[in-house]
């Protein structure tokens, strides 16, 4: 069977649900964050600090490429992978990606308290949110399913998922 890959803006759920997700399809789970920590020994927070997004964007690009060729994998994209068009291609390659769409509101509430977040390390994270989430739609809208998630949780979005997987 094919990948299937999560995206959606941080907040939105992809990691806890990837991981709900993986166990009832008996798939691997792969987050493209955490493998961009291994990767270079250090948290996301350091990589945009020390090196730059551009640097980040390229390893995760790399990091993208290598998981979007293993079959029955479930993959926790990071919030902005679909921001190069070549992330895209490759998880549509092998598989399918689902858009977990959640509203500005609901973003903030998740990660109003997250210090992990180096996009939202500014004095207004949630009109950045919305700035970010509004640029960033058509890009999402890209995945083959979109699912809304607000006021769902994530056992419910898994179990759509679920659902949706077993019918493609």
Known sequence: MKTIALIGFMGAGKTVISKILAE??????????EKIVEAEQCSI???FAQKGEEYFRQVESRVVEQ?????????DCGGG????????????KNGCIYYL???AGSL?????????????????????????????????SQA??????????????ADQLYSLISAD
């Open 24 to 33: 009832k399809l008996g798939f691997q789970r792969v987050s493209t964050d």
């Open 45 to 47: 927070n350091e990589i």
């Open 67 to 75: 998981v979007a060729q293993q079959p029955e994998t479930i993959i």
């Open 81 to 92: 992978v679909v921001l190069n068009p070549d992330n895209v291609t490759a998880l549509k």
């Open 101 to 103: 769409k959640a509203s």
């Open 108 to 140: 903030y509430e998740s990660v109003k308290h997250c210090s992990n977040r180096p996009l939202l390390k500014v004095d207004d994270p949630q009109a950045r949110i919305v700035e970010l989430l509004q640029a960033r739609e058509p890009f999402y």
């Open 144 to 157: 083959d399913h979109i699912l809304e998630t607000d006021g769902l949780t994530p056992q419910e979005v």
